[in-house]
């Protein structure tokens, strides 16, 4: 009987100890951001960027010809399409690391990458599509119907 009760306490431990381990170890799987999408004003673009302390989204949106780069100053402009990770513009919660910016855009396909920090240029880690971008690396792509 004595040897019963041990053998389910062992049992019963091992089984909170096996709960416990999968519980922490789910908290390393990260959300994923959704991918733009139409929200009241236009539509959503988010990243993931917490180490950054200036985000911009730059593309072949009207208006916005990659940032600046691509127009006759051929200079880079952080101010077009800048993003927020301040509770607003699109951003539900400030200082998260989520920047977001909402942008009217008519249908149609655009590639669009992110600027961090005036330097790095990535592409959306969240897009359904990417494109080679000519330059050896790839632009994200999005079609809006």
Same mark, same amino acid.
């Given at each position: 009987?004595?040897?019963?009760?041990s053998?389910?306490?062992?049992?019963?431990?091992?089984?909170?100890? !096996?709960?416990?381990?999968? *519980? !922490? *170890?789910?908290?390393?799987?990260?959300?994923?951001?959704?991918?733009?999408?139409?929200?009241?004003?236009?539509?959503?673009? $988010?990243? #993931?960027?917490?180490?950054?302390?200036?985000?911009?989204?730059?593309? *072949?949106?009207?208006?916005?010809?990659?940032?600046?780069?691509?127009? *006759?100053?051929?200079?880079?402009? #952080?101010?077009?399409?800048?993003?927020?990770d /301040?509770?607003t513009?699109?951003?539900?919660?400030?200082? /998260?690391?989520?920047?977001?910016?909402?942008?009217?855009?008519?249908?149609?396909?655009? #590639?669009?990458?992110?600027?961090?920090?005036? %330097?790095?240029?990535?592409?959306?880690? %969240?897009?359904? #599509?990417?494109?080679? /971008?000519?330059?050896?690396? $790839? %632009?994200?792509?999005?079609?809006?119907?």
């Open positions: 009987m004595v040897k019963k009760k053998s389910i306490f062992v049992y019963y431990i091992i089984v909170v100890a !096996c709960l416990f381990l999968i *519980s !922490c *170890s789910l908290n390393f799987i990260k959300k994923r951001l959704a991918p733009p999408h139409r929200v009241d004003g236009g539509i959503l673009f $988010q990243i #993931e960027a917490p180490s950054s302390r200036v985000v911009t989204l730059s593309g *072949s949106f009207p208006d916005n010809l990659w940032s600046g780069t691509a127009s *006759s100053s051929n200079r880079f402009d #952080e101010n077009i399409d800048k993003m927020y /301040d509770g513009h699109g951003d539900r919660v400030a200082d /998260d690391g989520i920047w977001s910016l909402v942008t009217p855009l008519k249908p149609g396909r655009y #590639e669009y990458k992110f600027v961090l920090d005036r %330097n790095t240029w990535v592409k959306d880690p %969240n897009a359904f #599509e990417t494109t080679d /971008d000519g330059f050896g690396g $790839q %632009n994200s792509v999005l079609i809006i119907k």
